[in-house]
């Protein structure tokens, strides 16, 4: 009987292993000007340095979190006004949540570093909705003056 138990523990953890690996996933990474693969890309605008690495999504996650590192070099705070996924033709526009605290998590004030992520709903699964190719937007100002970055970024197979 205790034997039985064993082997039964055993093909249930086994089958649990499995099942959770049945959500196959894409990974996105950015691509440089000449559309090869990089592991980050980068962009400096008024001593403020923004980076992207690449990012995975289960393809049916209806929803995504974008992601954008920021060193702020600068003497004026950056605030993330804006973002977008755009893919297939489509911009899937991301979630500012109103609010003093919201704001705060998509601001770096001057001198420091952070990241700052964002929600994006897919309106759908990410392997319907995504495409070989996505661009995470970012509307951004530092200090005054407001700037947007484009991330293009390739499914990797």
């Known amino acids: ?47 403020v340095k923004f980076s ?5 999504i289960l393809i049916g996650s209806s929803n995504e979190f974008i992601g954008l590192d920021v060193v702020n070099g600068s003497a004026a705070e950056v ?3 804006g973002a977008e996924i ?22 770096v004030d001057a001198g420091q ?5 964002l929600l994006v709903e897919l309106g759908g699964p990410a392997g319907e909705t995504f495409g070989l190719t996505i661009t995470y937007v970012w509307h951004i100002r530092i200090g005054s003056d407001e700037h947007t970055l484009r991330v293009p970024m390739n499914r990797q197979r």
């Open 1 to 47: 009987m205790c034997r039985f138990r064993y082997f039964t523990g055993v093909a249930a953890a086994l089958s649990a292993v499995a099942v959770a690996g049945c959500d196959p996933g894409y990974t996105y990474t950015p691509v440089d000007a000449n559309g090869q693969p990089v592991s980050e890309w980068a962009t400096t605008i008024a001593g």
């Open 52 to 56: 992207v690495t690449p990012s995975s």
């Open 79 to 81: 605030v993330v006004v």
């Open 86 to 107: 755009e893919t297939n033709g489509r911009a899937l526009k991301a979630n500012l949540f109103a609010g003093a605290e919201n704001t705060a998590a998509r601001t």
């Open 113 to 117: 570093t952070g990241p700052v992520s």
